[in-house]
């Protein structure tokens, strides 16, 4: 803009209030995202002397400090056109000091951050998902909620993209969004493709919108069915009933239909942003396997953003979480997110029955339940991801999300049989995460109101049940909700839907239930149970399997060794390499193949079902 005098300048200047002032001016440059780098320059205003400027470290809804900072890179700053020295911290190595010279009111910094991470990338040729806490910086000890941003992307020729951000203005591949903090931007991850289509799914007489924004590695992925169409409908119309209340002004579900780039859900107030396996609207053991992502990620809207534990609820990134309360933030939701697959028929009943039967079953052959009990589980989620697939049985994993399951299960089952059907958790969720209707808000609680609130809906000493069930160190698995909800587990030779889409899915083979291990379809062996027939042989985690009686290793092999087993006395024998050593090993076992069910206990109400059932 030319031909402003300084005077008009400085009266907006004045004119506007101080926050506007302190905006941080984010641009970044996702032209090169299909080679998975991101270019940014972050104009920042300063003021003289000493400036500490921090990269994020700890993620909500990663409840870890995973700031890939290993990834930031070619970093300069300027300030009045000249380079600036920098200095990383000695022990915090998200956090840059810099000497800002007098009379510098601004500084402009440039670098890159690598989104390549093999299987796990964050863009392909063809999707991008840009997570802005990995293109920003800002000053040490500012609330995140007080660091105003304005973010604009420029993105590869022809791209479209999906994100709850509002855009200010847009020309060609460039879009600039309205100034938001620096929590709302962190909260509002942005999807972009060359394949992009939008779906509208607020059911009839829902004011707010919600939408699907999709990108994929084909066109053949975002080919979303009717009938999912309609399920969505049915989960935006199941948590308005729910819950009584949103805690948003719209809400996008982005996802990424692609095998390039990351696996996962990551929830934020008014999105989520998912990625799953290119097929999963037309490979039907996929869609069930996946079939809870979006309702689980949706639930967290409430369950962790708007209600969050104290320990989560921290005023910047930099700041340590506690992950104690994450059976309730991650248990809570991984409950809900799984019926509420069921009620809107993502989920077929009998796919929710052999899913559950599954989670039960694992969980109740968890060898380090016996050491761990599941609130140290929760306790330290910082190193848990860190770990290794091998021996996860032994040392337990994230547990708090299907352990945190069976236990909610059990308290609805609870509910509902103490109340005769007149109340259930759906009550404990009005309550809990109701209250009123508005934009996104953070509402901190602790263990005491989450036991107040089950004691409202129905009298009962809940916080005794919780505390024994999240320090147990019982072997077994808590089975209360299924037991009370009128089935039980069993084990038969019939394979379970869930498992075997499972395999299908991972190449690998579950034996959890029979010999004791989970192999890849190679031999490998990923995990070994303690106290299982092949941890008596002496086989572990690591070794590959070679041979099984004398004959090359596959899964229909071992399978047929299995079946072979129960009409013979010799143990199967197992050739196994341990690094440059073979060793054979005898494994003892002769009942052939295990997989779990559910079946129904006659004479018992079936709460179970009632709990999955639609509400419309
Ligand atoms: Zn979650």
Redesign the pocket.
Known sequence: MKNICLLAIAIVLLSLPAAAQNVERLQVDAADAPRNVLHATLTIPVAPGPLTLVYPKWLPGNHRPTGPIQNFTGLHFKAAGKELEWQRDLEDMWAFHLQVPAGVNELQATYDTITYNGKSSLASSKVLDLVWNQVVLYPQGAASNDVRVSASVRLPEGWKFGTALTPAQQSGNSVEFQTVSLTTLVDSPLIAGAIYRQVQISPPGEPLTHVVDMVGESEEAIQITDKDIASLKQLVAETGKLFGARHYTKYHFLLILGDQTAHH?L?HHESSDNGTDEDMFSNPGVHDLEADLLP??FV?SWN?KYKRPAGLATRDYQAPMHGDLLWVY?GL?DYLGNILAARTGLRSPDQFHENLAYTAAMLDHRAGRTWRPLQDTATSVQSLFAAATEWTNWRRSADYYPEGYLIWLEVDSLIRQKTNGQKSLNDFCRLFYGGQSGPPQVVPYKFEDVAAALNQVTPNDWAKLLRERLDSKSPHAPMGGITTGGWKLVYTDQKNSTMDAREKSSNNIDLSFSLGFIATKEGELRDVIPGSPAYAAGLGAGMKVIAVNGRKWSKDVIRAALRGGMHSQQPISLLAENGEYYKTYDVNYHEGERYPHLVRVEGQANILDEIIKPSF
């Open positions: 859900g929830e689980h990620e967290h962790g991650e939701t």
